[in-house]
T-cell receptor
Framework: SQQGEEDPQALSIQEGENATMNCSYK?????LQWYRQNSGRGLVHLIL?????REKHSGRLRVTLDTSKKSSSLLITASRAADTASYFC?????????FGAGTRLFVKA | DTAVSQTPKYLVTQMGNDKSIKCEQN?????MYWYKQDSKKFLKIMFS???????INETVPNRFSPKSPDKAHLNLHINSLELGDSAVYFC?????????????????FGEGSRLTVL
């Protein structure tokens, strides 16, 4: 089964609101990444957080990692219509990257 | 300059046919991958190659045969296509294999090839 599971599966918010997506995983990891996929496009790397880090920021993105709970969250602040996309967490599984099922975010203008 | 490019973007074909998807990366990466994304957006790894050598083969039917003529190219050939092969196939590359210390493990994806089998 998938290493990472995102929650919620879908999220609809108004422009300007914050969006929070959660990811849970099953086995211990070295790193966790978040990717974005716009409709009909490939995935684009957003941010990486290492297992010894608890929080990381990049622009309007904030990622947290709780290795004791095997979970991570991605917060997008002051969302924009252009943030509408699917967001995936990804964890390391040996020589491969394993993706969760994704959260579909819809930001209404 | 597209970093990871794959062709064709769309492929519509009949059951039983054979088709190929090509992928090229100009990032100088050592590792390339094929992922399959189904209609529910689940993304599953199929193969990975490191310096032209097959590293991962994720219990994919042997109708799928990857070929890496050099480390910048990874093609996917599919024989005897079945309805269940309909999906979006993504090529990706990374600088190194795995997530060892010092590697970010960041994947660079192509735009995808949507295969529809009728």
């Amino acid at each position: 089964s998938q290493q990472g599971e995102e929650d919620p599966q879908a999220l609809s918010i108004q422009e300007g609101e914050n969006a929070t997506m959660n990811c849970s995983y099953k086995t211990s990891i070295n790193n966790l990444q978040w990717y974005r996929q716009n409709s009909g496009r490939g995935l684009v790397h957003l941010i990486l957080i290492r297992s010894n880090e608890r929080e990381k920021h990049s622009g309007r993105l904030r990622v947290t990692l709780d290795t004791s709970k095997k979970s991570s969250s991605l917060l997008i602040t002051a969302s924009r219509a252009a943030d509408t996309a699917s967001y995936f967490c990804a964890t390391d599984g040996g020589f491969k990257t394993i993706f969760g099922a994704g959260t579909r975010l819809f930001v209404k203008a | 300059d597209t970093a990871v490019s794959q062709t064709p973007k769309y492929l519509v074909t009949q059951m039983g046919n054979d088709k190929s998807i090509k992928c090229e990366q100009n990032l100088g990466h050592d590792t390339m991958y094929w992922y399959k994304q189904d209609s529910k957006k689940f993304l599953k790894i199929m193969f990975s190659y490191n310096n032209k050598e097959l590293i991962i083969n994720e219990t994919v039917p042997n109708r799928f045969s990857p070929k890496s003529p050099d480390k910048a190219h990874l093609n996917l050939h599919i024989n005897s296509l079945e309805l269940g092969d309909s999906a979006v196939y993504f090529c990706a590359s990374s600088q190194d294999l795995g997530w060892a210390s010092g590697n970010t493990g960041e994947l660079f994806f192509g735009e995808g090839s949507r295969l529809t089998v009728l």
